[in-house]
């Protein structure tokens, strides 16, 4: 039994036909995340970890449950945009039910997670160091689909040219494209990086970031 961790959210499209009141959908959607943090609790459970990587799973996910409800009553403004903040932390959940075997993190702005800029070209770092004198390389996140990427506004991250070469200390920088972006849209993003041992990709990871364009 492995943990799904290449979770794409539960609702998008066919939220429109269901309502189209926000203070009502924001209120189903927190709800909603509040609910399905109890199965990837139960993943934990049946996981029977050490305790202090058992808390540390806990803690995030919990961590996940809060500042995406405030996000998603904060944040959002439309149906699009809430959905985008709802299935970014049920990717963040995911990530935490997971764990975090090696260090990776990913930065907008200097900070990593929940996240804001203004519109336009976007600089995504993105840093890994791997166990055990291991290397890091970039991954995919699902098969041929190198980052996950979700927004109110179109938005990509350039795929030319990246830097996908295995390295001791991981610290490379990608661009997220988001000139038509307007203040309010957000964008979630999951940048997915895989734990090398002699050619041989060991472990990997994705790390999700929703962007609060300002």
Partial sequence: ??????????????????????DEYRRTCIDFIEDI???YEAWVDYYKL???????????????????NEWIAKVAQSIKAVDVVMNDGIQKMAESTAGKPFQIGVFVNQKSGYTETR?????????????EGRKTK???????DRFRIESTCDA????????????????????????????RDVISFTV???EIE????????????????V
């Fill in 50 to 68: 050490p305790e202090d990587e058992d808390k540390r799973r806990r803690a995030g996910i919990r961590a996940t449950i809060t500042r995406t």
């Fill in 37 to 39: 943090s109890h199965d």
């Fill in 156 to 183: 990509y991250i350039d795929e030319t040219d990246l830097p996908t070469q295995e390295s001791e200390f991981l610290d490379i920088h990608l661009t997220l494209h988001a000139e038509s972006a307007k203040t």
């Fill in 119 to 131: 519109p336009g070209t976007i600089d995504v770092n993105v840093k890994a160091i791997g166990r």
């Fill in 192 to 194: 997915t990086v895989c």
């Fill in 1 to 22: 039994m492995a943990m799904p961790m290449d979770f794409d959210g539960m609702r998008t499209d066919d939220a429109s036909e269901r309502t189209d009141n926000v």
């Fill in 198 to 213: 002699n050619d041989v990709e060991i472990d990997r990871r994705g790390v999700s970031t929703v962007v609060h364009l």
């Fill in 138 to 144: 970039l991954g995919f996140h699902f098969k041929d």
